[in-house]
């Protein structure tokens, strides 16, 4: 009896084990492939798997991206300097019975394929075109990986060039090179900055001289159209006062005898100056003839006293046509 419940204990335990050896997780990202005998039989999914124990064996394969660091290396470029460059490729598995058995490390294989096209690369351009073209050797050194690790059953995602560094004594003439660009750049926006002040500058004074001519001109015109006011102004107030005068004149009816006194007060006010020549009219000769029949008449008092009415009569003729 005891020799039989070992025999089942043994079985069971058996049992247990062989379960245990067949049954196989395959994770999210990984995948499996079942080896019978050695040799490849298929391709399994994530999940719960179960293979043969002891006949079959189960090689997870992660699928995710894998990143490979290249190390720093020196490649002279094409105008003979040495330079230092070091990059990152991320690679990531498509069919994992090609990373298995086609390549034996992988992550090597990928190391030296990276570091010996990134001289290729690099080699064949000058300082400046790899300093400045970083996203083409990307792109190209992307593209010569791809197709070299297609057998091994992976693709390549991206490389980045992470520095290229010159040796010391270049990176100095650099430097100096770039600042004495920066200096040129300084003086040539200083100069520019200058002619446009000037030019502005230039601008504003002549709009300003254009701006006070056409203030003198407007300004010049207005004094004409004032003074031409004036005159007009005052030569109708001097019509007006004639036309007046000649008709108070008229509406009077002064005799010679007032208009022979009349001259005569002229002629005193003409007299009363600095002047040695008089200019008379051709008419004073009629009125000479008045002013000695006016003398005739002052001879007596009677007749001084008629001229004195006749005056004072005239006078106040013309003063009440004046007041009119």
């Known amino acids: 009896?005891?020799?039989?419940a070992v025999g089942i204990i043994a079985f069971f335990a058996l049992i247990v084990?062989?379960?245990a050896l067949a049954v196989k997780i395959v994770k999210q990202h990984e995948q499996g492939l079942v080896e019978r005998f050695g040799r490849y039989k298929d391709t399994r999914d994530p999940g719960l798997q179960f293979i043969v124990p002891f006949i079959d064996r189960l090689r997870r394969v992660d699928m995710r991206e894998i990143v490979v660091d290249v190390p720093p290396q020196e490649v002279i470029t094409k105008d003979n300097v040495v330079v230092t460059v070091d990059a990152v490729v991320y690679y990531q598995a498509t069919d994992p019975q090609k990373l298995v058995y086609n390549v034996q490390n992988f992550v090597l294989a990928a190391t030296k394929l990276a570091q010996t096209n990134l001289r290729n690369v690099v080699g064949d351009l000058d300082l400046d075109d790899a300093l400045t073209s970083r996203e083409r050797i990307n792109a190209q050194l992307r593209e010569i990986l791809d197709e070299a690790t297609d057998v091994w059953g992976t693709k390549v995602v991206r490389v980045e060039i992470q520095r290229i560094d010159p040796p010391a004594d270049v990176t100095q003439a650099m430097h100096r090179q770039m600042k004495a660009e920066r200096?040129?750049?300084?003086?040539?926006?200083?100069?520019?900055?200058?002619?446009?002040?000037?030019?502005l500058q230039a601008e504003g004074v002549k709009q300003a001289r254009i701006l006070e001519a056409e203030g003198q001109a407007e300004a010049i015109k207005q004094v004409a159209e004032a003074e031409k006011f004036q005159k007009l102004t005052v030569a109708e107030g001097e019509g007006q006062a004639i036309e007046r005068v000649f008709g108070a004149i008229h509406n009077g009816d002064p005799t010679n005898d007032l208009i022979a006194i009349r001259y005569l007060d002229a002629l005193q006010g003409i007299a009363d100056g600095n002047a040695t020549k008089i200019f008379l009219p051709m008419e004073l000769s009629g009125i000479l003839g008045s002013v000695g029949a006016i003398g005739e008449l002052f001879n007596g008092e009677d007749g001084a006293q008629a001229a004195r009415r006749d005056v004072d009569r005239t006078t106040g003729s013309t003063r009440m046509t004046d007041s009119t």
């Open 1 to 4: 009896m005891e020799i039989a």
């Open 17 to 19: 084990v062989y379960v």
């Open 183 to 199: 200096d040129r750049r300084a003086i040539v926006t200083e100069a520019e900055g200058d002619k446009r002040s000037q030019i």
